[in-house]
């Protein structure tokens, strides 16, 4: 998200979310217990959720669904006074080429703020984190303890790179995998790095990620939430967002696409 006037959007406080009004009709699940101490086979845990996540990325490549972006200035008081939406369809060509389809983006009305080429980079890989076993090498991952969430039992690991390479983005924070089907239900952290030079801030706000069980076997995002003071050196300001991924749908790459009057296979003749 960038600054109006020259400056990018400053960096998020250190501070917990308040949440928004919005979080309540969120159908994920919500963290209601410390971790306890208890340490499984670490090791082979995050082998076995690592090898599930690059199945799940490599199933999420073949459905379709909505995207809704809602991002949104706050006054200090906790007025709303500006917004920026986007609504798009993740789809499939004829061809079979996924692409987004814009469907609904009316003017922003942010004040101060727009967002950044960064920001549209942690709507597509960030928020939506898969920790898969091709990535694993990029990331510290400390095992935290077990959480209820929900009626779910899960691993709680910390996540952070190991360093943090030019023009690359990471995740940094915790998540929340299912002990019985080894993926990630849950995240809460932020985009790193964040970004300082040349008089510039492009820094970033604390969310936090949920996901539901879609089709009987993968866990897919289905609401993202931030709810922030990111302080400039030329001031604060509070923003507000929400992300919904709704209306998931496997591509059926068994059906068959033609096109014009085919003329179907001559009959084979038996031989005398």
Known sequence: MMLCGGLLLAAPAAQEQTGSAERAAAPAARADAAPSA????????????????????????????????????????????????????????????????VTFAPLSTLRGISLSPED??????????????????????????????????????????KRLEKGERYFQGQIWVDDHDFQIVKTYGKA??????????????????????????????????????LYFSAGSQRIRMLVRYENYKRFGSEVKVTFGDEVPPPTPQPQP
């Open 38 to 101: 208890d340490k499984p086979n670490i090791p082979e845990i995050i082998r076995r959720f690592a090898e599930k996540e690059k199945e799940f990325r490599t199933a999420r490549a073949n459905y379709s669904y909505r995207q809704v972006v809602k991002v949104q200035t706050l006054s200090p008081e906790g007025q709303v006074t500006g917004t920026h939406q986007l609504e798009s369809d993740i789809i499939f060509t004829p061809s079979g080429d996924r692409v987004e389809r």
């Open 120 to 161: 549209e980079r942690d709507l597509k890989s960030i928020q939506p984190f898969v920790l898969t076993s091709d990535e694993m090498h990029k990331y510290n991952i400390e095992y935290m303890g077990r959480q209820k969430v929900d009626e779910l039992d899960t691993y709680v690991f910390m996540v952070g790179p």
């Open 192 to 229: 790193v790095p964040d970004i300082r030079q040349k008089g510039q801030e492009n820094l970033f706000p604390r969310f936090e990620t949920y996901r539901e069980q879609i089709d009987g076997k993968y866990w897919f995002p289905t609401w993202t939430g931030a709810d922030d003071t």
